[in-house]
């Protein structure tokens, strides 16, 4: 029987967990698993009982990131297919990064490359202790483009540098202080830590949280300036005059619960 390579369980909360499902190979990825992932989270962001999503990996790794059979196949293909490849990968880091749910990276041991990318494009990332972290892509004459940008984004261009030209491996510590993980516990500890956080999250009006999200992607980079000013200004009073920024507001006033909680 074919096995599948994402799993996806909804709990009654809300919180969605996928599973990346290639133990065995560490939970490489290939074309299939990249197109069933993405499928899977495009899903899961059109879905308003969805209120929380785990990205995590079976067996001892998150994720050994390019798979080495499609990485042997990729060999022989045409800068043409080359790009339709790096697309696809490429839709799936965007579509996790820019998910409109809050999103948490379960690592219960080691990201590598893509994989790392992965972690990078969640919103909150709890790892293991033993877990490793690595950019090969020099070791083999290639670079690591796609996740550049959001690991980038999350430990410096400084330690990027750093990592993208040794290629050597840091631990979970490492990754914490860098930026790449939040928190880092022990494997037993892993669990209960995720759900913690997703406890948390479900008290969170849904939809600010969203709009939370997409007010880092509005100032990320930019200059403080008038217009920047301006964006915040027409952010803040949009969600304060949207029905659930009114309950919000009304159910603290009125000391009860909010009716998202319900």
């Known amino acids: ?11 009654p909360r809300g919180v969605a967990t996928v599973t990346l499902n290639r133990a065995e190979l560490h939970n490489a990825i290939d ?6 992932l993405t499928a899977t989270l495009e899903t899961l962001a059109d879905d308003d009982s969805v209120r929380v999503v785990v990205l995590t ?6 994720s050994a990131g390019h798979d080495s059979d499609w990485m042997r196949h990729m ?11 790096a697309q696809q990968l490429s839709r799936l880091l965007r579509t996790l990064d820019t998910l409109p749910k809050p999103t948490i990276a379960r690592i219960p041991g080691s990201a590598f490359g893509l ?8 919103d909150i990332a709890i790892g293991a202790s033993e877990a490793l972290f690595s950019f090969s ?29 040794s290629a050597e491996r840091f631990n979970a510590g490492k990754a914490k202080r860098l930026g790449l993980l939040h928190q880092v516990v022990e494997l ?75």
């Open 1 to 11: 029987m074919h096995q599948t390579t994402v799993l996806l369980h909804v709990d």
């Open 75 to 85: 060999a022989s293909f045409s800068e043409a297919e080359l790009r339709h490849h």
């Open 31 to 36: 074309d299939e698993t990249a197109s069933l």
């Open 115 to 122: 994989g790392a990318g992965l972690v990078a494009c969640c």
């Open 137 to 165: 892509d020099v070791k083999l004459g290639v670079i690591p483009a796609l996740s550049a940008p959001y690991v980038v984004r999350a430990i410096g261009p400084r330690a990027a540098r750093r990592y993208f030209v």
């Open 188 to 262: 037993d500890e892993l669990d209960s830590a995720v759900e913690h956080c997703a406890s948390h999250l479900l008290i969170n009006g849904p939809n600010a949280m969203r709009a939370a999200k997409q007010l880092i992607a509005l100032i990320d980079s930019r200059e403080l300036d008038d217009d920047l000013l301006e964006d915040t200004i027409d952010a803040i009073v949009k969600v304060r005059a949207s029905e659930e920024g009114r309950e919000g507001i009304h159910a603290f006033l009125e000391q009860r619960k909010p009716n998202w909680l319900d």
């Open 57 to 62: 990996g079976s067996g001892i790794s998150f």
